[in-house]
């Protein structure tokens, strides 16, 4: 398997083998104007005058093509302008030739999932102070915890969901 040297920007490195060469070639640590020569031989050669290994290393890019496509175009007395009057008019007619079916309202479950959710909340924090001993400092706790809470929901359920 042949090795190669390679000169970039006067720098030379190597030997290489062709497949180091090639993942070199991929992450554009050189282009085909770097020069190469074989292992034991001193005769540099623009990578691009090789032409079986320039194909190697850096094969031909994809070119994307288009395709021609055919317009096809409306009949000429079709063409004629038509005015938004006309176009209202028209959806007006359209709309009352179909039957009017009013929308379902979904029912609004936000104020009863609140109220549950303050309920359970509020009955936790209630069983917490419950088996915590009594103190001042715990009544204070509570009673900022439930009210706390009570705000927080109130404004996770009506300012910040949107729809519910």
């Not at 290489?16 to 070199?24: D, R, Y």
Request: contains cysteine; glycine residues 4%.
């Amino acid at each position: 398997m042949p090795r190669y040297l390679l000169k970039v920007e006067g720098k030379i490195s190597g030997p290489h083998s062709e497949v180091a060469l090639q993942e070199m070639a991929s992450v554009r640590a050189f282009d085909d104007s770097a020069l190469i020569t074989l292992e034991p031989t001193e005769g540099w050669t623009p990578v691009r005058d090789l032409s079986r290994l320039n194909a190697e290393l850096f094969p031909a890019r994809k070119t994307i093509s288009l395709k021609a496509k055919a317009i096809e175009t409306v009949p000429q007395e079709n063409n004629e302008l038509i005015s938004i009057d006309k176009i209202l008019h028209d959806n007006l007619v359209a709309e009352a030739k179909t039957p009017f079916k009013p929308m379902a309202r979904r029912p609004n479950r936000r104020r009863r999932d609140f109220l549950y959710a303050v309920i359970v909340l509020n009955c936790a924090i209630g069983a917490a102070y419950h088996y915590l001993p009594r103190t001042r400092e715990i009544e204070i706790a509570a009673g900022s915890a439930a009210a706390l809470v009570t705000i927080g929901l109130y404004w996770f359920f009506y300012q910040i969901m949107d729809r519910y």
